[in-house]
């Protein structure tokens, strides 16, 4: 099974406890783990204010998660970070792999 390197950075409201922010980021590594994939780091960046209000949330906690899967694994994790309502926003995008000379 051919894999390949991904991150996704996805944003939770400021207002969910930190054992809630944990349950959400654990949440998403199981689904990839199902899947197929390993996850090698996944948990809580940061808190921070938002450039621009989003449906009436001005701050919220970023959560950062590297993971390695096959390629079908990012697009189901993006269909269920659309639909979650505690995913404000997210993104995930494919690692490159730097090949110094």
Same mark, same amino acid.
């Given at each position: 099974?051919?894999? +390949? %390197?991904? =991150?996704?950075?996805?944003?939770?409201?400021? &207002?969910?406890?930190? #054992? =809630?922010?944990?349950?959400?980021?654990? $949440?998403? %590594?199981? @689904? *990839? /783990? %199902?899947?197929?994939?390993? *996850?090698? &780091?996944?948990?809580?960046?940061?808190? !921070? %204010?938002?450039?621009? =209000? @989003?449906?009436?949330?001005? /701050?919220?906690?970023? @959560?950062?998660?590297?993971?390695? #899967?096959? &390629?079908?694994?990012?697009? =189901?994790? $993006?269909?269920?970070?659309?639909?979650?309502?505690?995913? @404000? !926003?997210?993104?995930?995008?494919? +690692? /490159?792999?730097?090949? &110094?000379?």
């Amino acid at each position: 099974m051919n894999t +390949r %390197k991904y =991150e996704a950075l996805y944003i939770v409201p400021a &207002s969910l406890t930190d #054992a =809630e922010v944990q349950e959400v980021a654990d $949440n998403f %590594k199981g @689904i *990839v /783990e %199902k899947n197929g994939g390993t *996850v090698e &780091s996944a948990g809580l960046w940061e808190k !921070r %204010k938002l450039a621009y =209000e @989003i449906g009436n949330h001005k /701050e919220g906690n970023y @959560i950062l998660m590297h993971f390695e #899967a096959p &390629s079908q694994v990012p697009a =189901e994790l $993006n269909r269920l970070m659309r639909i979650n309502d505690q995913v @404000i !926003r997210h993104t995930i995008l494919l +690692r /490159e792999e730097v090949v &110094s000379e």
